[in-house]
C-alpha cells in the first residue's frame, strides 16, 4: 500500500508539472513602497511586473528577440522604494518588470530577474524615458540561447544606478543601456559564443 501512495503521489506531481506551461502572471502596483514576487516553473510563461502611479499598454516580445510582440498593462508614472522579484525555470519564458516606465521618474527601486533553461527572454526597464537615481537592475541566467535587455533612464537622465547581468551557457545575448552619469554596468558571461553590448551616453 505504500509504495502504491508513492506511485500515485509521483504521477500527481508530474501530471502537476504538466499544467506549468503557457501560463500568464501580472502584478500591477500603484504608487510606491510595493513588493512583488512571482515564481513560475514551465515552458512558454511569461511573468510582468509593473510599478507607478498608474499603468499603460507596454509592448513587449514575449517569445524571442524577433518573435512577435503581446501587449500587456505595465507601470508608468513615478515609482520610488520598489521591490520587484521573478524567478522562471524552463525555457522560451518571458520576464518583463517596468519601474517608472512610460516617463515616469524611477528612484531607489531594485528588480531582480532569475532565469533557467533554454531561450528565455527578458527587458527589465527603470525610468526609461525618465528621471532614474540609485535603482539596481539584476538579471541571472543559467542555460543556453537566453536574452537580457536592460535600461536605466534611457532618453533620459540616470544617476548612480546599478545594472548587472550575470549569464552562465552558451549562445547568450546581453545589453545593458543608461543614459546620465555616476552610473555602473557590468556583464559577466560564462560559455562559448556569447555577446555583451554596453551602451553609456550623458
Known amino acids: 500500500m ?3 501512495m508513492t506511485l500515485t503521489f509521483a504521477l500527481f506531481l508530474t501530471a502537476g508539472l504538466a499544467f506549468g506551461q503557457n501560463n500568464d502572471a501580472n ?13 513560475q516553473v514551465g515552458d512558454n510563461n511569461q511573468a510582468t511586473v509593473g510599478q507607478g502611479e498608474n499603468t ?17 498593462a505595465v507601470g508608468s508614472g513615478h515609482a520610488d522604494d520598489n521591490d520587484a522579484t521573478i524567478e522562471q525555470s524552463g525555457s522560451w519564458n518571458a520576464a518583463l518588470v517596468s519601474q517608472g516606465y512610460d516617463g515616469g521618474n524611477s528612484q531607489n527601486n531594485e528588480a531582480i530577474i532569475q532565469q533557467s533553461g533554454t531561450q528565455n527572454f ?19 541566467q543559467d542555460g543556453y540561447r537566453n536574452h537580457a535587455t536592460v535600461g536605466q533612464g534611457v532618453n533620459a537622465n540616470t544617476f548612480n544606478s546599478d ?3 550575470l549569464q552562465d551557457g552558451d549562445h547568450n545575448y546581453a545589453n545593458v543601456g543608461q543614459t546620465g552619469s555616476g552610473q555602473f554596468a557590468d556583464v559577466d558571461q560564462i560559455g562559448n559564443s556569447n555577446t555583451a553590448n554596453i551602451t553609456q551616453s550623458n
Do not use: H
Not at 527589465?124 to 541571472?140: C, D, F, K, S
Open 2 to 4: 505504500k509504495k502504491l
Open 27 to 39: 502584478i500591477d502596483q500603484v504608487n510606491t513602497g510595493n513588493e512583488a514576487s512571482i515564481d
Open 56 to 72: 499603460t499598454d507596454f509592448a513587449i516580445r514575449t517569445t524571442s528577440p524577433t518573435g512577435p510582440f503581446s501587449t500587456i
Open 122 to 140: 527578458t527587458n527589465p526597464g527603470q525610468a526609461v524615458g525618465a528621471y532614474a537615481e540609485n535603482n539596481l537592475l539584476e538579471v541571472i
Open 163 to 165: 545594472a548587472l547581468i
